[in-house]
């Protein structure tokens, strides 16, 4: 509903009219007319109606009592909701502009007039008629809608509570193969048809209705599989391109026993498969859903048992889900964070039974979703819908999310916390309410990518598409009408025709994947028509130049231009003052215009470009030179790749605020400031230097920080004494990541190494001289993943029984020298991947897979194979 969106505005209202902004406002004001001097006012009297109106429609909410006429009525909210954003937008970018650092005072010292793009009699005007016109709909909503006691009363729910979810690294919501349950008889069968002896190519058709757990039957068969095949890949398939256009491609029968896996919800694209290698997945049956309901329910149980004066409500709660396993577990979830008790859970069951019996648009289990949805509370709503811009089954980075977010103002300061890890906060509730499946996770428990199931992001759009939340441009949601004005506009796949009925005036958000159809000249015009852009993301779109019309956004939180073919940035850049995040990696970008600088909302700055001629060295891409008074940018927390310089090194101390920090290029000459400047940098966690080639030494002997590092990468040769260096010798123990390159280590560097304790990802890529790699006892006992890369002298490997106590991912590759299986290796019982590839001709594959028959993935390639 409208909730989540007059929420938004609300918190908006009351940021505009709180701190920095009204104190810089009231002296401005005072000089104005009087509609101008009761803008703030004006503003407070809206803020105080939307809550008004809020409480309303949570009261509408609970007794069920929508109808045709309301649902017009919240349109006509929603609407000025949407306007009063944008006033309010207009507002803080005015004030900010009349603000001592603002451009006006910049203008008024230089003795020049700068050109207004709003004015603040025209924005006190815009307040003053929605606020008339909010009045006006509050005062017919009782004439047109029938009483809220006609409705049927839907219980309060326990889940408007202010709470936020923050994970730790022991929550892991990756699905493993011991918490599948009834999928055995399909996934012995789907194994057979991956194992069977026919040497020609075949398909293999898993289907079923949705969310009955195909991708996760076959996801789980492909991680145990996946190793008896030279080559994996995964495709999502558009509904709007021909399956049978795309086999036809690929289908290429090599006599090698190529199989190809097709989930389908329908049993026409299933027929393309033979009645042997067919596999319908059913829904789960009584007692399987039983189970896997309370697994997710009482997840702090032993043996997740049901608690007695649970039992009843429970069981009618798993047989309205029909044996869905996408909805058990999203519902299960949902009710694991609810009080335990017999009224609030059979509360939530007569809910449940009033959502299965309304909204006919949506099929089963997209109403169990649309439940979880609801329960959401109303900072996650805004999070969940924008998460739908991405297409479908698309890999999404935490990062990259969490600053999109930010971006459009979904995330409220709360206490001490940075924004970042109040986000975090809000993805981590999100993925134990299971509407995100976590892939993969970092070396420090973190969240790094996750996606959407597809009729999780299907509940997404239709919700989007109700509110005016955003439009998904991809050939499958509909035609776009003439006219519309989007909020958000995600273009997955189109062309200048379709994009022309857009009205871009009132876009928040633009952003592009992979454009097959079209053209890039259609994107120009957005610039100088879509004044209020939070963001723009225009990754992998192939232009060149950036129009200098960029500085008019003066709304843009977040610019990204990664993989283009961008050579340099326009000076009104500099116009930007709300700019947080600057990301231009992979261009053709060598430097910065100095009026970067003057943007000092800057938090992150992510740069790179593709070197006209891959070095491996250099490993696909270059630094670039940074912008005069880079240093003063005081939020800057994400830097990276900078190219050394002996101004910028000494600078460097200046950005105490940096967590992630990658500076490349580094001579001899600046290790010791480099150095020194880290050792005040309070808040460093990540950090990568990069010598300026493979020969330059790196001395960073007195390498330390304040406070622990998490992450380091080195790319260069190490001086001897850098492992003694204080930052080893103390805090080195609180590492976790460690990646070295072209390193040059000695075997005492190696010994020393394995002291860290702490260590949970060690990466040694052409970084050691040595000939054995000897891995003692007791040795990396923490360590997770490990990876031995072109370490072009070694000829034998040994491991000590108690070393890599808790490895379970090895990596192996392009060691030309090794022609035993490492000595040892069987020692390893907690491996479930070992992969060892590019090896000697006569390496020994079959005695190393004898020797690992424990490990469920194994997988070796030797030179020339």
């Known amino acids: 509903m409208a909730k989540t969106v007059i929420l938004h505005v609300i918190m908006k209202i009351g940021t505009a009219l709180a701190g920095e902004t009204i104190t810089f406002a009231k002296p401005l004001l005072a000089k104005k007319s009087k509609l101008v001097v009761a803008l703030p006012r004006n503003m407070k009297l809206i803020k105080n109606e939307l809550e008004l109106i809020h409480a309303f429609l949570k009261g509408i909410d609970r ?29 803080v970018y005015v004030v ?45 909503v009782d004439r047109w809608t029938k009483p809220l006691d006609s409705g049927i009363e839907i219980p309060p729910a326990s889940y408007e509570t202010e709470h936020v979810y923050l994970p730790g690294p022991g929550h892991d919501y990756l699905i493993e193969d011991h918490e599948l349950v009834g999928t055995d008889k399909n996934k012995r069968t789907l194994i057979g048809s991956l194992r069977s002896e026919d040497q020609s190519v075949r398909i293999i058709a898993v289907w079923g209705m949705g969310g009955v757990g195909k991708s996760t039957l076959v996801n789980s068969v492909h991680r145990t599989e996946a190793f008896r095949f030279d080559f994996r ?16 491609e690929v289908l290429v029968d090599n006599g090698l026993g190529s199989r190809i896996i097709v989930t389908t919800r329908m049993e026409e694209v299933a027929s393309i498969a033979d009645e042997d290698y067919k596999i319908k997945v059913e829904p789960l049956g009584d007692h399987d859903s039983w189970l896997l309901f309370c697994r997710k329910a009482f997840p702090k149980i032993d043996n997740h048992v049901c608690p007695p004066d649970l039992q009843t409500c429970c069981d009618d709660i798993v047989q309205k889900i029909k044996g869905l396993p996408l909805a058990l577990v999203a519902i299960g979830s949902l009710l694991s964070l609810k009080p335990r ?3 609030e859970w059979r509360n939530f069951c007569n809910q449940l039974t009033w959502e299965l019996h309304s909204n006919e648009s949506l099929n089963h289990v997209e109403k169990v979703l649309n439940l979880s949805y609801k329960y959401l509370q109303g900072y996650l709503k805004n999070c969940f819908l924008y998460s739908a811009i991405f ?5 999404i980075h935490r990062k990259r999310l969490i600053r999109l977010w930010i971006a459009e103002g979904f995330i409220e300061q709360k206490g001490a916390c940075t924004l970042e890890d109040i986000a975090d906060g809000y993805l981590g509730e999100l993925v134990r309410r299971s509407m995100f499946q976590v892939v993969q996770r970092n070396s420090f428990g973190r969240i790094k990518s996750f996606r959407m199931h597809d009729l999780v992001r299907e509940l997404a759009i239709f919700q989007s598409r109700k509110e005016n939340f955003s439009t998904i441009c991809d050939g499958n949601h509909g035609v776009i009408p ?31 994947f992979d454009i097959i159809n079209g053209s890039s000249s259609w994107y120009s015009s957005f610039y100088s028509k879509s004044k209020y852009l939070a963001v723009l993301d225009l990754s992998g779109l192939p232009i060149s130049t950036v129009p200098k019309s960029l500085g008019d956004l003066f709304n843009l939180r977040l610019l990204c231009l990664d993989n283009t073919k961008v050579m340099e940035i326009p000076k009104s850049i500099k116009k930007l003052q709300n700019l947080q995040t600057l990301s231009i990696e992979h261009t053709q970008l060598f430097s910065f215009p100095h009026g970067v600088s003057k943007l000092k909302k800057l938090q992150h700055i992510m740069v790179s470009r593709s070197p006209d001629v891959n070095n491996g060295f250099f490993n696909g891409w270059e630094g670039v030179k940074p912008f005069k008074g880079l240093w003063h940018l005081a939020e800057l927390q994400t830097l990276f790749a900078i190219k050394a310089s002996e101004q910028f090194v000494a600078k460097l101390r200046h950005l105490t605020q940096l967590r992630t920090l990658e500076i490349c290029d580094v001579r001899t000459s600046h290790c010791a400031q480099l150095c020194n400047s880290l050792s005040d940098m309070h808040q460093l966690s990540r950090l990568l230097i ?5 020969d330059e030494l790196l001395q960073l002997d007195s390498l330390t920080f304040p406070n622990p590092l998490q992450k380091l990468d080195i790319v260069g040769r190490l001086s001897e004494k850098t492992l003694e260096s204080p930052f080893f010798l103390n805090h080195g123990h609180a590492l976790l990541e460690i990646h070295l390159v072209n390193s040059q280590l000695s075997k005492n560097q190696l010994l020393q190494l394995s002291e ?28 997770k993943r490990i990876h031995l890369v072109d370490l072009a002298h070694v000829n034998a490997v040994s491991i000590d029984e108690g070393a890599l106590l808790n490895v379970e991912h090895i990596c192996v590759r392009n060691l030309q020298e090794l022609w035993e299986v490492p000595v040892g290796i069987s020692f390893l019982t907690s491996v479930k991947e070992a992969v060892f590839t590019d090896m000697h001709p006569e390496f020994p594959s079959n005695v190393l897979k004898e020797m690992l028959n424990h490990v469920p993935n194994v997988y070796v390639t030797t030179k020339g194979n």
Request: with cysteine; glycine share 6%; charged share 30%.
């Open 756 to 783: 860290l304790t702490k260590l949970t990802e060690l990466y040694l890529g052409e970084a050691y001289n040595g000939e054995e790699l000897h891995f003692h006892t007791d040795s990396f006992r923490n360590l």
């Open 341 to 343: 008790t017999e009224n």
């Open 690 to 694: 990069r010598a300026c080639n493979e």
């Open 391 to 395: 297409p479908e089954d698309y890999l």
């Open 96 to 140: 900010g502009e009349h603000s001592p650092k603002g451009t006006w005072d910049y203008f008024k010292r230089i003795g020049k007039k700068p050109s207004a793009l709003f004015s603040l009699d025209g924005i006190a005007s815009k307040v003053k008629r929605i606020n008339q016109d909010l009045k006006h709909l509050s005062e017919i």
């Open 233 to 248: 890949l995964w495709v999502s398939i558009s509904q709007s391109y021909k399956l049978d256009d795309i086999l036809r």
């Open 482 to 512: 003439v006219g519309l004005d989007p909020r958000r506009l995600s273009v997955l796949q189109s062309n200048n025709g379709i994009l022309s009925n857009i009205n871009p005036s009132r876009l928040r958000t633009l952003i592009t």
């Open 63 to 91: 007794k069920g009592a929508k109808n045709e006429v309301i649902e017009a009525w919240i349109v006509q909210v929603r609407k000025l909701a949407y306007e009063m954003e944008d006033a309010v937008d207009q507002f």
